[in-house]
Antibody, heavy 116, light 105 residues
Framework: EVQLVESGGGLVKPGGSLRLSCEVSGFTFTTYSMNWVRQAPGKGLEWLSTISSSSGHIYYADSVRGRFTISRDNAKNSLFLQMDSLRAEDTAIYYC?????????WGQGTLVTVSS | DIQMTQSPSTLSASVGDRVTITCRASESISSWLAWYQQKPGKAPKLLITKASNLQSGVPSRFSGSGSGTEFTLTISSLQPDDLATYYCQQYNTYSFGQGTKLEIK
């Protein structure tokens, strides 16, 4: 069974940093690209970033480029999102998802709240 | 950037109705379009890929069509379990539509 489990969310002050993790199981992590997608409260889905299987190709949405960094550890079946210079508008549920162009499997999400 | 526009934003329909949601791309995306269903408090669920390919396990009342810049998601006979918000996503550069909230009358 494919499982993706996000962690690392919480309350952080504006300007602060947070690192999200996503542990996966049930598929060969090393052969898949991975996505981060977020959803602000009451809003729609926003694609944030994609990393290829070997980390050789990385893409970001304009809204987070230069502030967020996606990475992965294939030995630990883990995906990460380092979030710096956080703003109130970054408040959202953050999902990791397996990427095959589209996202076919999703985690349950982790809530990030940016507030003073 | 490719912009995705869904219509309508909200749709109210009765059980048994045929429902159609439209998604328009700001430029051609060939057939690189997916549809997702998101129920309240849950992660999105993939329904359709490459504009018209139904994912395994998705009820056959769901179908997708279109290519280029205009796409549709159709539910042939609405069921109570279909209460959800539906999103399209182009997977050239990954942007989502703003969502269509489907309400059951």
């Amino acid at each position: 069974e494919v499982q993706l489990v996000e962690s690392g969310g919480g309350l952080v002050k504006p300007g602060g940093s947070l690192r999200l993790s996503c542990e996966v199981s049930g598929f060969t992590f090393t052969t898949y690209s991975m996505n981060w997608v977020r959803q602000a409260p009451g809003k729609g889905l926003e694609w944030l970033s994609t990393i290829s299987s070997s980390s050789g190709h990385i893409y970001y949405a304009d809204s987070v480029r230069g502030r967020f960094t996606i990475s992965r550890d294939n030995a630990k079946n883990s995906l990460f999102l380092q979030m710096d210079s956080l703003r109130a508008e970054d408040t959202a549920i953050y999902y990791c998802a397996r990427a095959v162009g589209f996202s076919d499997y999703w985690g349950q999400g982790t809530l990030v709240t940016v507030s003073s | 950037d490719i912009q995705m526009t869904q219509s309508p934003s909200t749709l109210s329909a009765s059980v048994g109705d045929r429902v159609t949601i439209t998604c328009r791309a700001s430029e051609s995306i060939s057939s690189w379009l997916a549809w997702y269903q998101q129920k309240p408090g849950k992660a999105p669920k993939l329904l359709i890929t490459k504009a018209s390919n139904l994912q395994s396990g998705v009820p056959s009342r769901f179908s997708g069509s279109g290519s280029g810049t205009e796409f549709t998601l159709t539910i042939s006979s609405l069921q109570p379990d279909d209460l959800a918000t539906y999103y399209c996503q182009q997977y050239n550069t990954y942007s989502f539509g703003q969502g269509t909230k489907l309400e059951i009358k």
